[in-house]
């Protein structure tokens, strides 16, 4: 069975109460409930790991391939738009990464304009909400479908 990293940084753990008006009532909880569910239908194994800490998501992410991960959905949060570091664990890394963010970081604040992992990872879906990480989760799972007919 595929098996999915799905990884959250910091404050992701606060959503639902965390300014609503931007990032809506869902939590934390409710999200992961929800690609749990979608990768179950689709025969995946989802893990998921929130952490506030950018060397525990660094540390996750250079063990990824080693625990058998075949694929990475990261929302970075505010790491994304400074974060050198987690950008070059991604670099290092062969397992794919896609990066998600449940607001618009386009239209927002200048500073969130520039995302510094965003050259080194598969794609970028953001401004959908939760829907950002659904979408991720269905080209997971339609590129593992593929690579299993091919
Ligand atoms: C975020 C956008 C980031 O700019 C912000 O720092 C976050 C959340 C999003 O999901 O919209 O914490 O990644």
Redesign the pocket.
């Known amino acids: 069975m595929d098996k999915i990293l799905v990884l959250h ?4 753990n606060l959503l639902g109460t ?1 300014e609503p008006e ?2 809506g009532h869902t939590t934390l909880e409710d999200i992961n409930r929800m690609l749990d569910v979608r990768a179950r239908e689709a025969g995946l194994q989802a893990d998921f790991l929130q952490s506030n800490y950018e060397g525990k998501l660094i540390d996750v992410i250079q063990q990824a391939s080693a625990n058998g991960y075949a694929f990475i959905i990261l ?7 400074y974060s050198i570091a987690i950008r070059d664990a991604i670099a290092a890394i062969t397992v794919p990464v896609i990066e ?6 386009h239209t ?2 200048k ?2 304009h520039q995302s510094v992992i965003a050259p080194v990872v598969l794609g970028q879906i ?2 959908f909400g939760v829907d ?1 990480y659904m979408a991720a989760m269905e080209i997971v799972i339609c590129r593992l479908r593929r690579e299993e007919k091919a």
């Open positions: 940084g910091p404050n992701l965390r931007i990032y929302n970075a949060a505010a790491y994304t738009h998600v963010h449940l607001s618009n970081i927002r604040e500073f969130r953001c401004g950002s």
